[in-house]
């Protein structure tokens, strides 16, 4: 048994979820997601918890049953208290400006760039070189906060760019002088 799947998925105080056919739908106090299920994948609906059963011990079927469970968690938490990644901006000149319809980046180019916020995805930024991306859907914030990144990631050198709180960057020695 999968030590991922087994374990049942509690649903706080304010949860309510319910399955229409192979989708799921969970509803909280900062939105509502849904999940279209595989089909190979069973789940049960309770008013405390939520239990993900597969069909067989199938290498496949371990692997969906896993998945399953890990996505349906991250739609829980995601409505009850939301989720976050944070960006920092570092080079001279570089900085980022918040606009109604999401933000502009200033990264050294010849010209600015104009990121639209997806639905659902709020952009703050409470300092010129600090960009915070939030949002209910953990997969959707992950994949902003990436969208932004790779305007500019870091370079090895002297470590300008884009890039996650706390993320090492790996630096190069770069040319010597010669003696």
């Known amino acids: 048994m999968s030590r991922i799947g087994k374990q049942p ?3 706080p105080q304010g949860v309510e979820a319910r399955l229409e056919g192979h989708t799921l739908l969970v509803k ?3 939105g509502s997601l849904s999940l279209d299920l595989h089909s190979d994948v069973s789940v049960e609906v309770d008013t405390e918890e939520i239990r993900v059963t597969r069909p067989s011990d199938e290498a496949r079927h371990r692997a969906l049953h896993g998945l399953t469970r890990s996505l349906i968690a991250n739609m829980v938490e995601g409505v009850t208290s939301g989720f976050s990644r944070k960006l920092e901006i570092i080079g001279v000149g570089y900085r980022a400006e918040k606009k109604p319809t999401g933000l502009t980046l200033h990264l050294g180019f010849s010209h600015t760039i104009d990121y639209p916020a997806p639905e659902g995805i709020t952009l703050e ?11 209910i859907d953990k997969q959707l914030v992950g994949q902003v906060a990436a969208e932004i990144r790779s ?3 870091p370079e090895p050198y002297k470590g300008k760019g884009v890039r996650y709180a ?3 960057v790996r630096r190069k020695a770069g040319k010597t002088a010669g003696s």
Not at 125 to 135: A, D, F, K, L, S
């Open 9 to 11: 998925v509690p649903l």
């Open 28 to 30: 909280g106090a900062k």
């Open 125 to 135: 930024v409470p300092t010129q070189t600090e960009v915070v991306v939030n949002g």
């Open 151 to 153: 305007f500019r990631p």
């Open 166 to 168: 706390g993320e090492q």
